[in-house]
């Protein structure tokens, strides 16, 4: 026990949380015409820890919440119509290795890793309108954050690749500012491979975040 501590002194761990934006791409397949998909907005936060390895390089890892929507539209001579945004809710567990340059106080960073996590929640936000002949089989259905039922089609996991940049400012002895640029590229599809003829989604996502971040077991 006694050892463990004194391993955990000399550390140089860090702990803290993160917010920030995330800006979503989907990447798919479309042959209806008039049909196209745009970028979608959200938060994201996260709770960090972070080991130095010495002191230029660290090895950074968390649970962060992410939200990744995009935007739909949809419409066949205004007989059919369909605007909406999808945000679908991710929880995730990135990886990633940083090197560090300081200017005193100051410091940029690049990193690169992976990340892994699970689609828990899918809602809806917009309208759906149908025109028919009769006015009472019109169908107009708006959706103000409606839960989406996720089905066995949709591939719950995900997992990709996250490159990163930023500045660290370390504004006293045990707090330290991260400002982060993070692009995540999506590798496995939002619908499942044993689909047939399946049209895959994949979620790309750009994200700025702002961190805090303060020592454990003392420093290095």
Known sequence: M?????????????????????LNFLSTKTVWPNTYYRPGHGIEASFIA????NDSLSLSTG?????????????NSGITYAGYMEMDHFLELPLSIRYSYSFG?????IGAGGYIGIWFL????????????????????NSNGDI????????????????ETGVSWT??????????????????SLVR????????????????????LVPIGGKR
């Open 148 to 163: 989406m039922e996720l089905t066995d089609s949709d591939n719950l996991f995900e997992a990709g690749l996250l490159a």
């Open 63 to 75: 649970l962060r919440y992410i939200e990744k929507s995009f935007i739909y539209h949809h419409e």
């Open 2 to 22: 006694l050892v463990a501590s004194c391993m955990l002194y000399a550390s140089g761990w860090h702990i803290g949380g993160e917010a920030g934006y995330a």
């Open 50 to 53: 972070e080991y130095d390895i």
């Open 171 to 188: 504004v006293a002895d045990d707090i330290r500012l991260d400002f982060t640029l993070r692009y995540e590229g999506n590798l496995t």
């Open 105 to 109: 106080d100051l410091s940029v960073f």
């Open 193 to 212: 491979n044993y689909q047939e003829n399946a049209v895959h989604r994949y979620n790309d996502t750009l994200s700025f975040s702002a961190g805090c």
């Open 122 to 141: 899918a809602q809806s936000f917009g309208m759906n309108f149908s025109a028919s002949e009769t006015p009472d089989n019109t169908l107009i259905e």
